[in-house]
Structure formats: structure tokens, C-alpha cells
């Protein structure tokens, strides 16, 4: 494992609906994660709940919003079976933006 100067961290939906932070070195490859929180936790329920066939089994299909700073909105999709257990997700969209600046002379 190569890291030079600072890791690149990431945030990652894991299929069980646990929000995980994992570390990545310069060739992207992961040597630290850990769980960080979970959908039901930490996201928001957007409203948006339907009945979806999934690998055969008619699941619920509902969207949640992870807004862990101003300006970052992760949209996901969490599948949840008949007895309540999430048995997928998947992120939909992310969007991000903002930032400073100052104007000022020399």
C-alpha cells in the first residue's frame, strides 16, 4: 500500500442501508472502513414509496435524502422485503456545490 500526503475518504451505501466511511490510498484501493451511521438514522425520507419486483420478490422501493453538509444531497433508493429487511440500495444522484471567495486588493 502506497499513501502519499493526505487518504481520500469516501462515503458509501452499503446494501444492508448502513452509511460506511472507508479510506482509499492513491491507487483507490480501501485500507480503512467503518460504519458511520444508517439510512434510517441519518437520512430523510423523501415521500417516495412504491411496490417494485426485485430479483423476483415484490419489495418496497422507497428514496431517501443524506444531506451530511450543506450543499452535498445524495438521493438513494432503499429496497425493503415484506418482513421489513432492507435487501438492497442504490444511490440515484449526488450533487454538491458551494464554497467562498473573497475580494479584496493586495
Not at 423476483?56 to 422507497?62: A, C, I, L
Request: net charge negative.
Amino acid at each position: 500500500m502506497t499513501i502519499v500526503g493526505a487518504y481520500i475518504p469516501t462515503a458509501n451505501l452499503a446494501q444492508d442501508g448502513s452509511i460506511v466511511d472507508e479510506s482509499l490510498d492513491n491507487d483507490g484501493t480501501i485500507y480503512s472502513r467503518k460504519v458511520v451511521g444508517d439510512y434510517s438514522r441519518d437520512m430523510t425520507f423523501s415521500g417516495h414509496n412504491q411496490s417494485v419486483i426485485l430479483n423476483g420478490e415484490v419489495d418496497s422501493e422507497m428514496k431517501y435524502v443524506y444531506t451530511p453538509f450543506n450543499g452535498i444531497n445524495v438521493i438513494s433508493a432503499i429496497y425493503i422485503n415484506a418482513a421489513g429487511k432492507v435487501v438492497a440500495t442504490q444511490v440515484l444522484n449526488e450533487s454538491g456545490g458551494g464554497g467562498t471567495s473573497t475580494a479584496g486588493s493586495p
